[in-house]
């Protein structure tokens, strides 16, 4: 059996849309991060993801060294203004903040995903986004809908299968499409 890394299923994803005629929506870092602050709950998955976004991005910190010990606890101004955010991928704030791996416009409806290669991540990737902490963060952005994607093949499948699968979830009777 063919194990997919978590990018290849992202690409994937991406890739079917694409195919299937979907536009993909562009968003402005700091746009993103005034409305995931604008949120407890989007101030919340910040401070969760504040490691990862050090690690990767450390070096975009406008006030180096940065004392983690002593960071505001949810203070808003000083998240806006700790990282250079003009300088950090849109798509890493929707992903790591929002939890949608990609949003895309399909007919004129706002579609997010958050993909997976994993059948075991597809539990917990449920019930994170719809215990309906995320949904007023979606829903600030645009989201129209949302959905889990679990790719289990390394090949995109052809649209005429996608464009069904993307009709059921705009009509909200699908939140969960394999690929």
């Known amino acids: 059996m063919t194990y997919l890394s978590g990018y290849t299923g992202e690409r994937i994803l ?4 694409l195919a299937a005629g979907c536009k993909p ?19 919340n998955r910040f401070i969760k993801a504040l490691p990862a976004f050090l690690y990767q991005y450390g070096h975009l ?33 929707i992903d790591w903040i929002f939890g949608c791996d990609c949003i895309f416009n399909y007919h004129g ?18 019930l994170k986004a719809y215990q309906g902490k995320l949904k007023p963060l979606w829903q600030e952005i645009g989201l129209d809908y949302f959905a889990i ?9 052809p649209r005429e299968k996608i464009k069904p699968v993307l009709s059921q979830v705009i009509k909200g009777k699908c939140d969960l499409i394999e690929i």
């Open 149 to 157: 994607a679990f790719v289990k093949s390394s090949s995109p499948p």
């Open 109 to 126: 409806y706002i579609l997010g995903f958050d993909s997976t290669t994993r059948k075991s991540a597809v539990l917990e990737k449920s």
């Open 25 to 43: 929506v562009l968003f402005n870092s700091i746009t993103l991060i005034e409305t995931a602050c604008s949120f407890e709950i989007g101030v």
């Open 61 to 93: 910190l406008k006030n180096q060294p940065l004392d983690l010990a002593n960071i505001p606890d949810r203070q808003i101004n000083y998240i806006l203004n700790l990282f250079h955010w003009y300088k950090i991928p849109a798509s890493i704030i």
């Open 14 to 17: 991406a890739d079917s849309l």
